[in-house]
């Protein structure tokens, strides 16, 4: 009997062995791909009829025999929300146990029955059925059936239009304006983007009413960035496209394509021509800005025979008086459309190219040049141009998990990416970031187009994970200004660099709020840590470091900082005084902390930095020492918890005198910046008593990026429940239907907000990916973002290296594949169980059980220690402890099984001699 107990126990353990690592597919929780079918099994047979389609779930309720007369699937996950079906011969009853947040979910007949809304509990006829789930409660204006097509029947009000734009240009769309980077106008703080006259701005119209426009659709289409309308007519029958981009390979180019075909007329219907006119249009003849003066336009012909004109301008007002230079812009287009008569069963294509450029030769390349191609391939290299981002780096969710989550990151990525350049521009070299991008700024609002600390610290860091390339473009917005820069800190009376607040073209103090200019100075601080990670992701360190001049940067910042922070030789401490924290409602204020740990690192970035080229400096130790003794405050919680102050003299809840608000609150994110992404070296007990205490005291409708920061403090301590309503917040700044992001909650402050698109991306890549770019290494902390099981990271850059990473928390692996490099290093992936896996092989999938990693540098001196296989591809894999514990596990129940036959074996053979039958052997 023990023996057969112990056989009943290696059963069940082998059971469990088989349930916890074994693929077995699940109808609860529709997590596999879009073209898989699920199944669940019946008392009387087989139901098979649930499909994950494009969009939507597909349910086809048969009952297989006679003798069904009623069952239920309960429990059934599709994005965020949880059902039970209940199924009789007649009816199927849906019933929501869950709902999805932001969302409504929608049953649609098949072969085209009319889509409805699902409430609490919907009944149908047994037949065929979908369900779909729209990303909005407008959901009768706002759809979208795939997560990287923002669809509407509906405008919203101008200000939440989309935008398309490259990093050269951008224009809201409708707008009537263009902006191109680095130009304005305007005096010191009254600079901001100057204004191009939209030629893609017009409008159609006919002479149809609102009963006969039938369909009406508008698209961003955000893989291929392009925005697209659709208005159809009837009687008589009519098709309106208009289509706008701004070229993503051609960069100078803003494109706009008209088709408009006119239905066939039926028997008996009169087949007058009809005409269509174009509203909108700006007198080309002499082009108009209240920014810029342009120069009478002058037409001229291409060499093949197209018609195309020119006007160039300049600006009205320098931004710096003293230099006394207003800013060159040229424009050159083609465009036919105009208005046009249309007959019965023909379609007509008209289209307006617009370049623009600082200088007119580089427009008129630029025109003829698209001119020279069929409107086809114009569009093609646009597309083809986009879709190789979207290919070579992105952050994946499956939208059938979490379609909200998954819209959401194609908008950030889109938006980001439209105001950045492919690669820096020699002709008009890129200025940096601005809060509103690219294709906002002017007259002042959405922050003028000025570049802020949020380039540096909110949305420079996604960009370095998966687009180094264009990051080095973002630090040399930084390092060009350095003469600007320099300049500043005479003024203010200091040495070295000290970089404004707000910069536009000319790199000096351009703020309208002067107490930001003196005060807010961490900004300088802010440049030099996007330096140093930089540095960090490079493999050629000494490349880039001479091609930017970091060494020479890096030297006048901590110059700066050294005659700016007072040290007591007494308290053997040193302090930054009359300053202004990233908590802007306090100032001027004495050793706020974040800005005193940010310059500890900017002042310890010149022995970094020079450590790789040799160079040396008479003030590295006393730089050194300054950094060391910079003081932090600190103060007691009432049960006792240690926390960081975030100014010497700051209680948390109490209004201090420096309170320009008059208020206890703290504007947005502040201390909790230490843990992430300063790095402040901190316990674990610490790091959440600054969390705890900061969260309740924060203004909970501020800033858009603070919320992602506190989520993804929680999520490093392991505390998802914590993070989740934190990081979810993001969605309150998302305007539908365009996914235009606000600075506050709502749709308030600033448009389009890239900082804090920035904070969700790093929320995603740091927080639920738990990823930390250190000096030597790169650590891995995965975690399941909401409603989700499986997420990706394509195309993550370290070292040269290209590697795609999968996070499976349903079988608890993940995946890495080097899918290119450009790097001789010998990168290798580190579990927390000791395993080591080779990342140096090109196209060589594997995967490890998932746990906290990293990835470093292959050291063959220190890794030559460990008996453990470096340099195996996924069939050898290398050793780690979780496989070799259940394959101990597995082995120990087949010796229990072993043993058991063995032992009935005997007993059967004894038996058989107590009947006499002594010769018997049982084989």
């Not at 698209?219 to 659709?230: A, I």
């Not at 070299?429 to 294709?439: N, Y």
Request: a negative charge; aromatic letters at 12%; glycine letters at 8%.
């Amino acid at each position: 009997m023990p023996h057969f107990a112990c056989f009943l126990i290696s059963i069940t353990l082998f059971s469990f062995y088989l349930v916890l690592y074994q693929t077995v597919p699940d109808i609860v929780g529709v997590r596999h791909d879009t073209t898989s079918t699920l199944s669940s099994s019946t008392p009387e047979g087989r139901y098979e009829g649930i499909e994950v389609q494009t969009g939507r779930l597909s349910i086809d309720p048969i009952l297989y025999t006679a003798s069904s007369k009623t069952w239920a699937l309960q429990g059934l996950h599709y994005q965020g929300y949880t059902l039970d079906l209940n199924f009789t011969q007649t009816s199927t009853v849906i019933r929501v146990v869950l709902r999805g947040r932001k969302s409504t979910l929608f049953v649609e007949g098949d072969n085209g029955r009319p889509r409805k809304p699902v409430g609490e509990e919907f009944t149908l006829e047994r037949r065929k059925f979908h369900l779909t789930v729209v990303p909005s409660d407008l959901y009768d204006e706002h759809w979208s059936q795939v997560p990287y097509q923002f669809e509407s029947r509906k405008l919203p009000e101008q200000k939440y239009m989309p935008e398309v734009g490259n990093g050269h240009i951008a224009t809201v769309v409708n707008g009537p304006d263009v902006f191109m980077n680095g130009l304005f106008n305007g005096l010191g703080p009254k600079s901001s983007r100057a204004k191009i006259p939209s030629l893609v701005a017009f409008q159609l119209r006919t002479k149809h009413s609102k009963e006969q426009l039938i369909q009406e659709t508008y698209t961003l289409d955000v893989r291929r960035g392009t925005f697209k309308e659709v208005k159809v007519y009837a009687e008589p029958g009519m098709t309106i496209e208009r289509e706008i981009f701004a070229h993503r390979e051609l960069d100078r180019l803003l494109v706009s394509v008209v088709t408009i075909t006119r239905n066939s007329t039926s028997s008996g219907e009169r087949e007058d021509s009809m005409l269509v006119w174009i509203d909108g249009l700006p007198d080309t003849r002499l082009l108009k800005s209240s920014d810029i003066t342009f120069q009478q336009t002058t037409n001229n012909r291409t060499t093949s025979g197209i018609d195309y004109s020119t006007a160039v301008g300049q600006t009205n007002t320098p931004e710096v008086p003293d230099l006394g230079k207003v800013l060159p812009v040229a424009l050159a287009w083609s465009s036919d459309v105009r208005n046009v008569s249309i007959e019965p069963g023909s379609t007509v294509t008209m289209s307006s190219v617009v370049a623009i450029s600082v200088l007119s030769d580089d427009a008129v390349t630029a025109l003829t040049a698209a001119l020279s191609m069929p409107r086809g391939k114009l569009i093609q290299r646009h597309s083809a141009k986009w879709e190789s981002y979207w290919n070579s780096g992105f952050i994946y969710v499956d939208p059938n998990e979490n379609f909200q989550l998954a819209q959401a990151i194609y908008g950030s990525f889109y938006y980001l990416l439209s105001s950045l350049p492919n690669e820096q521009d020699p002709k008009n070299r890129f200025i940096g970031l601005s809060p509103g991008g690219l294709a906002r700024g002017a007259d002042n609002s959405d922050y003028s187009g000025h570049v802020f600390w949020d380039q540096d610290i909110w949305m420079y860091p996604p960009i370095l994970s998966f687009y180094p390339d264009i990051a080095r473009v973002v630090v040399e917005s930084r390092t060009q200004a350095l003469a600007a820069a320099k300049a500043n800190a005479v003024k203010y009376g200091f040495k070295g660099a000290k970089y404004p607040w707000e910069s536009a073209f000319s790199g000096t103090e351009t703020s309208p709020w002067p107490p930001s200019g003196l005060y807010e100075i961490h900004v300088t601080a802010d440049a030099a840590f996007a330096v140093r990670q930089l540095v960090y992701a490079t493999d050629d360190k000494v490349g880039i470091i001479r091609q930017l001049k970091l060494d020479e940067w890096a030297i006048e910042v901590a110059l700066f900082w050294q005659s700016r922070v007072e040290c007591s030789q007494e308290a053997d401490q040193c302090s930054i005084l009359n300053v202004m924290p990233p908590d802007e409602y306090h100032f001027p204020v004495n050793d706020s902390v974040y800005t005193n740990y940010a310059v500890r690192l900017s002042l310890e970035l010149p022995a970094y930095i020079l450590s790789f080229t040799g160079g040396s400096h008479p003030d590295l130790p006393l730089w050194a020492h300054t950094a060391q003794r910079l003081t932090y405050p600190t103060s007691v919680t009432p049960d006792g918890r240690q926390f960081h102050l975030e100014f010497n003299g700051f209680t948390p809840g109490v209004v201090h005198p420096r309170s320009r608000r008059n208020t206890a609150t703290v504007k947005q994110a502040d201390v909790i910046l230490l843990g992430y992404p300063l790095g402040m070296e901190m316990s674990s007990e610490m790091r959440k008593a600054d969390l705890d205490v900061y969260l309740p005291i924060t203004v909970h409708d501020g800033p858009a990026m603070t919320w992602g920061m506190f989520a993804l403090g929680y999520l490093e301590l392991d505390l998802p429940n914590m993070a989740a309503p934190l990081f979810e917040k993001n969605y309150d700044n998302i305007v539908q239907p365009f996914g235009v992001w606000s600075e506050d909650p709502g749709g308030g402050g600033a448009l389009n907000f890239l900082t804090g698109m920035g904070g969700f991306l790093q929320a995603i890549v740091n927080g639920y990916g738990g990823i930390r770019l250190l000096e030597d290494r790169v650590t891995l902390h995965p975690q399941p973002l909401p409603h989700t099981t499986t997420w990706k990271l394509i195309g993550y850059r370290h070292l040269g290296y290209q590697i795609d990473i999968i996070f499976d928390f349903t079988r608890r692996v993940m995946s890495f594949q080097t899918t290119a490099k450009n790097s001789t290093t010998h990168l290798v992936l580190e579990l927390e169980s000791e395993g080591i896996y080779d990342l140096s092989t090109v196209g060589q999938p594997f995967e490890v059980h998932l746990e906290k990693s990293l990835i470093r540098v292959f050291n063959p001196t220190v890794d030559a220690l460990i008996s453990i296989p470096v340099g195996k591809s996924a069939s050898h894999a290398a050793f780690h402890i979780f496989p070799v514990i259940r394959y101990a596990v597995f082995v120990v129940l087949i010796c229990f099984l072993l043993r058991f036959l063995f032992i009935c074996k005997r007993q059967l053979e004894g038996f058989l001699y107590s009947k006499g039958e002594s010769n018997y052997r049982v084989k």
